[in-house]
Every structure is written in C-alpha cells, then in structure tokens.
C-alpha cells in the first residue's frame, strides 16, 4: 500500500508543476497590458510603466513564475490589481460559496443516480428501464442553465419556496444558506445524474452476469440485498471515476449557474477578473481549480484500492 501511495503522491506533485507551468505560459502569451486597462487609454505611457513596475508586471517571466510559486507554498497569492485586495481573501470568500454548492449538487447527483442507474438495471428491458433511460436521454440533453430558469420560475416565481438568487452569506444561518443554493445544486446535478445513472446502470448489468452474484442468489439472497450488498460494491470503480470527474467539472463549470442566481462564487469571480485583466486572481483561481481536479483524482485513485485491493496489487 505505501508503495501505491508513493507512486500516486510523485504523479500528483509532478501533475501540479506541470499545471502551474501551463496556466503561467497560456496566460503570458494572452494580448494586452493589465497596468494600461487598469490606468485607462489615455495613461500616459509613463504612468502605465510606474504602475506596472508597481505590480511587478515588468520583471522577467522567470522571475515571476517562481514568485508567483513559492508565494503559493507559503498561502501568499498576491493582492488583486483591481479590488486592492489579497488574492487569498477574495478566494476564501468566494469558495465559501462555491465547495458547499459544488458538494450539494454531487450529494444530489450521487443519489439520484445511484438509485436510478440500479433500479433500471434490475429491471432490464422492461418498462423501469426503458423509462429511466428515457429521462436521462431529456437529461443529458437540457441545458443547466434553462432548467435553473425553469426551477425559478416554478419554486420562486409561483410557489414562493425559494428566493430567485442571491446569497446573503452563511452568517445568516446554516439553514438559510443551503436553501439559498439548493436550486442551483439541483440544476447542476440534472445533467451530471443522468450521464452518471447510464453508467450505473452499465456497470451493475456487467457485474449482475458475473458467476458469485448467480452463487449469492441461488443460496437465498435476496434480489435487493444481492443488488445493494454485492454488486454495486463491485460496480463502484466506474462509477467513482465518472463521479471524481463531475466533481471536478461542477468546482470548475458553475460559471454559467452561478450567473443565473447571481451568486458570488469563484467562477463569477474568475469571469470579472478576465474582463478586468486581473491576471493575478485568474492565475491563482484556476491553478486553485486544477489543483482541485488532480486532488479528486488522487482521492479516486485511493477510492480505487479501498475498494478493490486487486487495484493496488496490480500497481505494485
């Protein structure tokens, strides 16, 4: 097991320099001055040069790539060239939003699709079946974006149950607060619990024809405690992949849901920042998202031995 862990902790570090590599490179290469957009068109080119020397815009591209690094190690990431303010602060506040929406709406999807993926493949090619892949077809294809405006339009508009948007902090209550992102949660978990309940049903129909669920049964076990105790353990190792991947894509991808309810998360921090030309903030956010995304893979990875030991045997 350690020799498993160790393998995985080198490919995590060495995936995250690389990250930081590539996030450092594409945004150096992007057009256009961030000390002249914050200064104005008509800066003179002397002040945009101070203010330039000011943010440390001017030092050469190695120099900065290895400040930017080692400020990272060490919590320090800088202060915003538009809001004035440390990095890590309008980070925090935003990802005190966004991780709570993001895990709401894996709960939501982790439910929804696990119960719909095993029961369409406990009844395969009869009518449960047929309708539980027909709903997740309509699934996959509604965007999120117009089924969060359906859920205003019917929770908030004509039943009153929920506000329209808006997020009024955690200060407010624990209570107020999830009810403030349970629409969005739902909207985000639509799309990402129909594709993950066809692969539930997929992987359980496999492991269903295997020679130890035929065995269980025909010693008494029930089809529900068969289902449950034996075969969706062993369907899990798919169904976690997919699942780390839309984890991975809802902390990523809530842009667009979080604009419909105007909720300050990071992704509606990241889109002003560009419009901005904060590079510093769009830097820090999204190497803060990838290193999220190969954290959840590193997790699977574990996921993958505690449930199957064949996992890690394999690798070593």
């Known amino acids: 097991m350690s020799v ?17 590599v590539v996030v450092f490179l594409v945004l150096e290469i992007l057009p256009g001055n961030a000390a002249q957009i914050l200064m104005g068109p008509d800066a003179s080119p002397d002040a945009v040069q101070a203010l330039a020397v000011k943010l440390g815009i001017d030092r050469p591209p190695m120099e900065r790539y290895w400040n930017w690094v080692t400020g990272m190690l060490v919590g320090d990431l800088g202060t915003s060239y538009a809001y004035s303010t440390p990095v890590s602060e309008l980070v925090v506040e935003r990802l005190a939003l966004t991780v709570p929406l993001a ?36 699934g996959i294809a509604i965007p999120n974006f117009w089924f969060a405006i359906l859920l205003i339009l019917l929770f908030s508009v004509h039943l ?15 209570w ?23 692969i539930t049903r997929s992987a359980v129909l496999e492991v269903l024809r ?19 105790g034996h075969v969706l353990r062993n369907a899990l190792i798919p169904v976690i992949t997919v699942m780390g991947l839309q984890f991975a894509e809802l902390l990523a991808g809530t842009i667009v849901v979080e604009s419909v309810f105007y909720l300050p998360g990071l992704g509606r921090l990241i889109f002003q920042s560009i419009s901005n030309r904060d590079l510093i903030v769009v830097r820090n956010c999204v190497m803060l998202l990838a290193a999220m995304v190969v954290i959840v893979n590193f997790i699977v990875d574990i996921l993958y031995a505690v449930i199957d030991p064949r996992v890690k045997a394999s690798d070593i």
């Open 4 to 20: 498993f862990l160790f393998k995985r902790l080198i490919t995590l570090i060495a995936t995250l320099i690389g990250a930081s």
């Open 103 to 138: 895990l709401m709406a894996m709960a939501l999807t982790a439910v929804i699709a696990l119960a719909a993926g095993v029961y369409a493949a406990s009844r395969h090619n009869k009518l449960g079946d047929v309708g539980v892949m027909g709903l997740s077809q309509i």
């Open 160 to 174: 009153k149950w929920f506000s329209a948007g808006g997020f009024n902090g955690w200060s407010e209550g624990i």
């Open 176 to 198: 107020q607060g999830f009810k403030s992102l349970m629409l969005p949660a739902l909207s985000l978990a639509v799309v990402q619990s129909a594709i993950l309940a066809r």
């Open 210 to 228: 295997e020679d130890f669920v035929r065995t269980a049964r025909a010693k008494g076990v029930s089809q529900r405690a068969a289902l449950w």
